[in-house]
Every structure is written in C-alpha cells, then in structure tokens.
C-alpha cells in the first residue's frame, strides 16, 4: 500500500478533522487560518532554497497539513449563518420576513417551507436586507397548495428558535436543522402571509420539474405504495410514502434504495453514455461536448432529485470518473472519492456532520475494497448464481463498513438484508430505466400506457418481495444503543484488519483485537451500570402522562389511559433501548403496583428516598401527606400556595398533560414562593437517579 498514490486521502484528513474541530471554535479561527497562509507560503519559499529542497521538504508537509486544519475549521465556522452581520437577530415578538421558498412539502397537518430570508423588519418597521433560513410552517388549504419553490412571501410571524429533544436520548431535531443551516421556526396563521412574487432559480426550475413528473407517476401508479416508492426511488421525493412502507424497506435493510445514490447516478450515467455513443458526429469539438453533455445530465438528475448528500457524492464522483474517461487517464478510485469529498466539504463544510453522507461514502468505500475480496471466495460456474453472488458480495461489503455507523444512529439490524439486497437491487434499475422512458414517452398514448403498465408492475412486484421478507420471522434486532467510542474502536479494528492485510504483519492482527477487546471492555463497564441502576423518568408526551420506573434492566410504567403506542414509544423507546431495559409492566395512573424498591397507589409513589404525588386524576388529596415531588397534571385547577399548606413539596413537576399557558402561570406562582418548579415542555423529561 503505497500513500503516495492516494495524495488527495492524504490532504482530506487534516481539512475534515479542522472541520469537526470547528463545530465549538471562536471568532480567532480565521485569524489562525491567516497567519497558517502566511507561514505555508514563508515555508515555500524557504524549501526552494537551493540544497534544503529535499532534506527540510518534511516542513512543507507540516505546513500544508496545518493549514487544511486551520483552512476546515475556519471554513466550518464561516458557513455557520449565524455568524454572518446580515443574519435576523431574535426580537421576541412578531415581525415582518420576506423569503422566498427553497423547498416545501407536507408534514401532517401543515405545509412546510424551508424559506431563504431576505429581508426582515428592523426596529423602526422597516425591511432590511437580511441573510439566512427559515423553516415556516403552514396551514394546508386552498391558497397555500398553489405555492411552489421560488415563490416569494411576506411572512408576519414570530421567529422561534428551534426547540432541543425533550426527552432523554430522543432524535435532536436541532441539531438535524442545525447542518442545514437551518436554526429557527415560524408557524404562521392564513391570514398572516402573502404572495408577492415568483422568482425562479436554477433549483426551483429542477423542482418545478419534479413536481411535473410526479403528476405522470401519479396518473400512470393508482395505489399509494407503488406510487410512492417509484417517487422515491426514481426523483427522491418520500414526503408520500407511507409509514407501513417505510417500516418494511428499513426493517428489510433496503431503505437504501429508496435513497437516491450511487446506483442512480451510475444508471443515469450508462444510459447517457449509450445514448451518445450512439451519435458519432464528425466534429473536432464533439468529444468534449459529449463529456459536457454527460456532466450537464448527471447533474440534472442530482437537482431534480433533491440533491441530496449521497447523490451529491455520486454526481461528483461520476463527473470525475467521466472526466478521467474523456482525458483517457487512469484514474485511482480512492484518490477520486477522496477528491469528491473534498470539493463537496469545500462547498458545504456540514455535510461532514449528515448521515447520510457519512454512509454514502462508507459503502462506497466498503464495496470497492472487500467486495472483490468476497466475490473471489466462491466460483459460480452458473452465470445466474454467479450474477446472485456478485450482488450479494455487494451487499455483505457495504454492510461491513456501515454497520458500526448504522448501530449509532439506527439502534437496529436486519439479518435479511442480503436477501433485500438480491431482490430490490434488479427491481430497483428496472423502475428507474421505466420511469424515466415513461417521462420521456408519457404524451404518446400506446407507447406511454405501456410503459406506465410495466413501471407499475416492476413496482408491485419490488414491495410485495419486501413485504414478504419482512413476514420472515426474526428479521429485525432492535435495540442496540453503542456509543461514539464504541464506533471508533470497531473501525480501528476493521482498520487494522486491511492493513494487515495489506502489509502482512501481524502486529496489525494484534492491535485489532486489542480494539475488539476494548468494545468487550466497555460492554462490560456498562453491562455492570445498567445491573445497578434506579432511576425514576417523567417524560414529555403533549396531552398525556407517562411515569417509568428503571430497576436494573426491568422497568414498569405508569401512564394516562388511552395513550397512544405510537405517541409513546416515540418519547421513550430510545431511552429503554439506552438504559437496556425491557418493560415488565404498563399500569394506568389511577392504579397501584409494587416492586422490589417501590410503591405505588392512585397517584402516590415512593421509590427509593424520593416520594412522588401525581394531583390531577380528580382523586382528593390525602389527608396530611407529605411529598418530595408533586406531579401537577391535566391542567388540576389549583395554585401552588394553596397545595403547599396541604401537601408539604420541594419540588414543583408540571408535566406535558398540562396547557402551556397553564405550565408557564404556575411557573411563575412558584418563583414568588420561592419553590422549585420543573417544566417538562421547556426543560425536558424528569430524571432522578440514586
């Protein structure tokens, strides 16, 4: 393994680490970036001095590396809007935003808008220039389903920063936003906003013509689910695909495919390619135009298809591919992925920070190493079955390099997914060569019914082989809960294990199970943890109540009536699959139970030191009861001074059963008493341990 032949492996190391590192730097940066510029020049100059070109050429390295560093971490912290002296600033009261919509697509009961600002009201009421995003938040009706990206609106509204998880271990929608560059909210009334304009772009154009070829798919695909996943699967759009099958491709390990990525871009490519080979023109300038043209269609596509991270990485990857092809040069497949994240991490520095970049990269890179090396471990003389195992060596190479990755974000596994893989991978070139010959063909009568005939059966046959493998009994293992140096220690030892490899030497065998055996080590640290915890959770569900008790690895819940699974486990499935507990039991609040270190009858809990009174069920309050902790639920008409004679506390817990206005005036009752109060819906879930 020679580094010299990956130079661009070698130069993304230092800017991505500059990156991360810039996540928490101050203002100085740029100014280390400066002064790292003019000490790499200073360095230049002296390494061409004659005779200390080669003995001090180490110097140059040092220099160039250090100012990737400085150069990343800079770049991440200018790309951050807020930064920048045109960015709105909070006033904590309605004001004016004019934006014009980059993106919008509905979400539930409302139409979202990711908005460009640009303008906002000062303080003497008139607009400004301003910079930055803003994701708004509309009622769907008549007049909101007429919009349509580049449409420019006069928003009057509050700016709302973008609220944290409220409960332990819950998906940090923020931080989401956050690497879009997205940092605040709007919800906005019908009557607070209006149509100015239409002011297109290149990528409201791109999306105006998704939204033509989603009506073709929507005329020629009648049923929901083969509608929806020939839109995700051919433009990238999943706003319309239902949760049923959504569930059955992730718990298949085929949600991949609906991800628009390399298997698109290199679709689009080879269809391109035979198309303009085709045309074989006797001009001088026809090569390079052919070369254009093919950039000019794989990006198109990327546009059209949303631009997503993962089709942003094949697009570039296959320009520089094509680009390579067309000066008839030998291109390294590393230095290539390593030259097309460097210019996308130039362009947007927090792409660095998105999922689905991350996985993108890593699969590509797993499927270019091991899956040769898999692939060679077993002859197929049949042409199907060696065709099979091709597509499964695909499969088990990509899973290598993006499993610990997947355990992080995902906490679960599917066993089946090779067998996914052997069945959506073909359906998957077959739907988007149909649908894009159904594009091209639709206004032809014959031609376009017939195609639109074969898309819809490719289609239903795709999700009826995904349904069926989902049926497979123990498909799905759910819970795993690793943390960050857990990833880092199972990619140090699949590091070690290729450079064995690659080196013969067995020293990197060694320091791979050493890596191994630090996973072990911290399984085990935290196996004991879990033996030994006691911990009481009141979590944050909007118009419900949901106690959990953890003793050890088993936990009991105490709940409204009539909460919703859904709307549960949506609050608290990742903090059990955290704490490795499974549920023993699930009581109504107005019921009673008893563990091996608690109590619990209508509403009183004692368990462990803390006793805990739960007031809103309609029960009367024992006579002379004291309380640590009094649960204030379901909007009780009472005022804390009034309780506090009754029922001794320090602690005041109002929960999300209760009306925000109703949270924030007992809030405020509690700072004149002088008590501690606890506000689920703005300072997060209760969690006590001991």
């Known amino acids: 393994m020679n580094q010299r032949e990956y130079p661009m492996a070698r130069l993304l190391l230092p800017l991505a680490l500059g990156m991360g590192a810039g996540l928490a730097g101050a203002e100085w940066r740029q100014w280390v970036a400066l002064i790292a510029l003019i000490f790499l020049l200073a360095l230049l100059a002296f390494w061409q001095r004659p005779g200390r070109r080669f003995s001090r050429r180490w110097w140059f390295g040092l220099a160039l590396h250090l100012f990737l560093f400085f150069f990343g971490s800079a770049l991440a912290g200018f790309h951050d809007e807020r930064r920048h002296p045109r960015y709105p600033s909070l006033s904590g009261e309605e004001t004016c935003i004019l ?33 930055g995003k803003l994701m708004a938040y509309l009622d769907i009706t008549a007049r909101s389903r007429q919009l349509r990206p580049g449409d420019v609106l006069l928003l009057k509204t509050e700016m709302l920063p973008v609220p944290g998880p409220l409960n332990p271990n819950a998906f940090d929608y923020r931080r989401y936003l956050h690497f879009r560059n997205i940092h605040y909210q709007a919800f906005v009334d019908e009557e607070d906003w209006r149509w100015l304009e239409h002011r297109p772009s290149p990528g409201s154009y791109a999306r105006q013509l998704r939204q033509r070829c989603l009506k073709v798919l929507r005329r020629h695909l009648p049923t929901g689910n083969e509608y929806a996943v020939a839109a995700a699967l051919i433009l990238g759009y999943k706003a319309d695909l239902p949760e049923e099958t959504r569930n059955a491709y992730a718990h298949t390990g085929a949600m991949h495919v609906l991800a628009v990525s390399g298997l698109h871009v290199g679709i689009i490519q080879m269809l391109l390619s035979f198309a303009l080979g085709l045309l074989r023109l006797p001009w001088r300038w026809w090569p390079p135009f052919r070369t254009l043209m093919l950039l000019a269609g794989i990006w198109a596509f990327a546009l059209v298809t949303g631009a997503s991270p993962s089709v942003l990485r094949a697009a570039t990857l296959f320009s520089f591919l094509s680009v390579g092809q067309a000066l008839r040069r030998r291109t390294n497949i590393y230095n290539t992925l390593a030259a097309s994240a460097f210019l996308l991490l130039c362009f947007d520095p927090f792409l660095l920070f998105n999922v689905g970049f991350q996985l993108s990269y890593l699969a590509v890179l797993g499927i270019v190493y091991f899956q040769p090396l ?33 355990l992080y974000y995902f906490h679960q596994f599917p066993l089946y997914f090779w067998l996914s893989g052997l069945a959506v991978v073909p359906a998957a070139a077959l739907i988007l060569s149909s649908g ?53 220690l199972l990619y140090l030892a699949l590091l070690c294990a290729v450079l064995a490899r ?63 699974d859904k709307q549960l486990e949506y609050a608290s499935q990742n903090h059990y699959w955290y704490r490795r507990a499974s549920l023993a039991g699930r009581r109504p609040l107005s019921g009673s139970g008893q563990g091996r270190g608690w109590a619990y009858r209508r509403g009183a809990l ?11 069920g309609g029960e009367p309050l024992p006579a002379g009861a004291g309380a640590d902790i009094v649960l204030l639920r379901n909007g009780v008409n009472i005022r804390l001074e009034e309780l506090r004679r009754k029922v001794p506390f320090r602690l005041a817990l109002i929960d999300g059963s209760n009306p925000p206005w109703k949270a924030r005036k007992w809030k405020e009752e509690a700072r004149a008493l002088g008590v501690s109060c606890h506000y689920t819906g703005e300072d997060g879930a209760w969690v006590e341990e001991w």
Do not use: M
Request: aromatic share 8%.
């Open 374 to 406: 898999i692939y060679r471990q077993w002859y197929v003389k049949n042409r199907v079955g060696d065709y099979l195992w091709k597509l499964l060596a695909v499969s088990l190479a990509a899973q290598l390099t993006t499993l610990p990755l997947s």
């Open 606 to 616: 004692q368990y462990g030191p803390s006793r805990l009174l739960a007031i809103g």
């Open 436 to 488: 894009l010959a159904l594009f091209v063909c639709h206004a032809v009568p014959l031609a376009g019914l017939a195609v639109g005939k074969v898309l819809y059966g490719i289609t239903w046959l795709a999700n009826a082989l995904i349904f069926l493998i989902q049926q497979i009994p123990g498909g799905l293992i759910q819970g795993f809960w690793v943390g960050l140096p857990v990833v880092a």
């Open 502 to 564: 690659e080196t013969r030497n067995f020293n990197w065998v060694l320091g791979g199970l050493l890596c191994l055996l630090g996973v072990g080590a911290l399984n085990a640290a935290r196996e004991v943890q879990v033996q030994r915890q006691h911990t009481l959770v009141v979590y944050h569900i909007p118009r419900a109540t949901a106690i959990s008790l953890f003793e050890g690895k088993q936990a009991s819940l105490f709940h409204s009536p009539g909460l919703p």
């Open 99 to 131: 934006g014009r919509i980059r993106l919008l697509e509905p979400a539930g009961e409302r139409l979202r808008l990711e908005t460009d600002i640009r303008a906002a009201a000062d303080s003497s009421g008139g607009l400004r220039r301003a910079s």
